[in-house]
């Protein structure tokens, strides 16, 4: 049955997508037309929606459209945000050229899906881009050679909320999306910048990556092996992100860093962490710390704990080594996983960056 009082949430357009169409209707005024309002762009999977213009402008030699981003009801960073495109004619020949304008990043270290010295602008926001360049000047007759320079307007400041930084995109924000479309609380860009971050580490050849939870484990384990932010992964909640992705991407070494209910939940085999997703199971705990030899009494407290915190302080408190046997079954499941030929460790970390329990070597 369905729930009459339930929001269905709104789909968004991501960060190409506003490009792409700004990039349209910023070259049919380059080309002697009239800026369309709205313009309608073909998505890489077939939709055409049709974006507003907030701003434009023409000069003699360029046009410039600027589209307010709607990420419909997801969190992203850049919702509301002002995309800008200015496009220029070159000389024949030149092809489509992109340019990193203000708030726009440029990459700087290899293992991303563009090169080195380019500006942040991902392979499928480029190809629609050219597409809608071609299609362009196809209906007005002219060489489909073209500067386009995006921009987007805070991006340097939006930026410091993303993983961009520890990618090696300085300047601003990435230009991103594959489908054109932001499906809400998917963290599709999240999970995204998890395999991105893997990829630089892969081509920096680092032999050793760790892969968190949250900011406390991050910086505990970074000062334990003394490992530099290009082997630091964000992973919040998406232990599958990173370990299906290591799997086809191996590395020689992978820890795991989390506090103790994040890495439960991964022990007992949930590959996403987030607490709305998957919950600890006190059950499954009381299990585990009856195998430890716990007095029956422990036992059955331990299933109507009210918090994992709770848990592991009584295990504490009878000399339980709990935290390490959650630790070695989270290490099964993350080889089951992600294993290959990737050595895999988990640590936890408490809530003061106090490690309380690793699995075996």
């Not at 949930?270 to 009494?297: C, K, T, Y």
Request: glycine share 10%; proline share 4%; hydrophobic share 45%.
């Amino acid at each position: 049955m369905t729930d009459p009082d339930k929001k269905e949430l709104r789909f968004g357009w991501t960060t190409g997508a506003c490009a792409t169409a700004a990039t349209k209707a910023a070259l049919t005024a380059l080309f002697g037309g009239e800026f369309p309002d709205p313009v309608i762009i073909t998505l890489p999977k077939g939709q055409k929606p049709a974006f507003a213009l907030a701003t434009e402008k023409k000069g003699a030699d360029y046009a410039s459209v600027s589209i307010i981003k709607d990420a419909g009801d997801d969190p992203d960073v850049t919702h509301l945000a002002r995309i800008m495109v200015t496009v220029r004619k070159l000389k024949r020949g030149a092809g489509v050229v992109f340019r990193a304008g203000e708030g726009v990043g440029t990459v700087t270290r290899e293992g991303l899906p563009i090169s080195v010295g380019e500006p942040a602008i991902n392979p499928v926001p480029r190809q629609m881009m050219r597409d809608v360049v071609l299609e362009v000047a196809s209906v007005a007759n002219q060489p489909a050679d073209i500067e386009i320079e995006v921009a987007i307007e805070n991006g340097i400041e939006l930026a410091q909320s993303t993983m961009n930084g520890r990618l090696g995109i300085v300047g601003g924000l990435s230009v991103l999306g594959t489908t054109g479309i932001v499906v809400p609380y998917s963290c599709a860009s999240w999970i995204a910048s998890i395999h991105r971050g893997i990829d630089v580490a892969l081509a920096a050849k680092e032999q050793h990556l760790a892969a968190s939870t949250g900011s406390t484990s991050e910086k505990a384990i970074a000062k334990l092996y003394d490992l530099p932010e290009v082997a630091l992964l964000d992973m919040g909640d998406f232990a599958g992100g990173v370990l299906k992705y290591i799997r086809k991407h191996p590395v020689p070494r992978l820890t795991i860093a989390g506090g103790f209910a994040k890495i439960t939940k991964l022990a007992q085999g949930n590959m996403d962490l987030h607490s709305g997703r998957s919950h600890v199971d006190f059950e499954w705990l009381s299990d585990q710390i009856a195998d430890l030899g716990a007095p029956m009494e422990l036992v059955h407290k331990v299933r109507t704990a009210n918090t994992a915190m709770q848990v592991l302080e009584w295990a504490r408190q009878s000399n339980l080594s709990l935290a390490e046997n959650v630790a070695e079954k989270a290490k099964t499941i993350a080889l089951e996983i992600g294993g290959g030929t990737t050595l895999i460790e988990v640590l936890i970390f408490d809530r003061k960056g106090q490690l309380v329990g690793r699995s075996n070597e």
